[in-house]
């Protein structure tokens, strides 16, 4: 019976980079560690030391005859976070982040099934040259650019006034909690952008999940007498769940954390960025603005559990 040849010993190397290179080879555990290590120490101090920062600031407080902050810890930012004004602010960004998640649901799932089921060659690379064009440009130009469409000689209104329904879109305005004096600057206007700006952050999960959807399943729901609504309810949707949390995770953070489309195409009304912007920034109250930063890290650790639970990464 032959004997299995033996693995030959790797050849030693000469110079200092040989050594070094044979000691690696000889320890994977330490050349791991060296490849891992930087990386992991910049994660550690740039991001978690800077959550760390966050959440230790917060727990200080503002001194109301010296305006300096107080470094010991209390909770009594959090009790002044707990005002009617305060948790009007969180209220109103937690339910704008929701109806732009729903909305770009909405929007986005019949993109992406077109372009999973029936997009093909160079129809599909235009599809993804579509929804990746609006990225590749500034975010503050196509910001003050929809408030240049929604102004009130913008193309919107003008467009109304052309078909005679210029009393309609004044008739919206006038709805209060939706309308305003234009719509670049309304509930209403700041929802459209939200939409318009995170929309293919919404659209590629959507699509890369119902890419994965084997074709026979649908075919077998129709064969077995499935009409397209059910056919929707109890294949297409389960099994698109997991991109379209991965799309509404995107969604409602963006939204929740973000202060320039509140303070360009807004109202007077304040979002929860745009509150820590001018807590730290122009009242120069941080420890206000470090609570006020902790509430959408609690919001979405709580999302992801309840998404995690319902089994909605499973399949990402």
Known sequence: MTALAETPPRPAREGPGGRLSDALWRRPRVLLALLLGP???WLGVVYLGSLFALLAQSFFSIDEFSGRIDRTLTLRTYGELLRPANLDIIWRTVAMAAAVTVASVAIAFPIAYYAARY??????????LGIMLPLWSSYLVKVYA????????GIVGWGFESVGLGWLLNAFLAVPGIGGNSL????????????????????????????RVPPSLVEA????????????????????????VAGSIFTFSLTLGDYIIPQIIGTSARFIGLAVYQYQGTAGNIPLAAAFAVVPILIMGVYLY????????DAL
């Open 221 to 244: 729901a129709g064969d077995l007498g499935a009409t397209p609504a059910q056919t929707f309810r109890t294949v297409l949707w389960p099994l698109a769940l997991p991109g379209v």
């Open 306 to 313: 309840v998404a995690r639970r319902m089994g909605a990464f």
């Open 39 to 41: 990386p992991l120490l």
């Open 119 to 128: 997009a093909r060659g160079r129809w599909k690379a235009v599809f993804y």
């Open 146 to 153: 929809w408030k240049l469409i929604l102004a009130k000689e």
């Open 184 to 211: 670049s600057v309304s509930p209403t206007g700041t929802f459209l952008v939200f939409v318009y700006v995170w929309l293919p952050f919404m659209i590629l999960p959507i699509q890369a999940a119902l890419e």
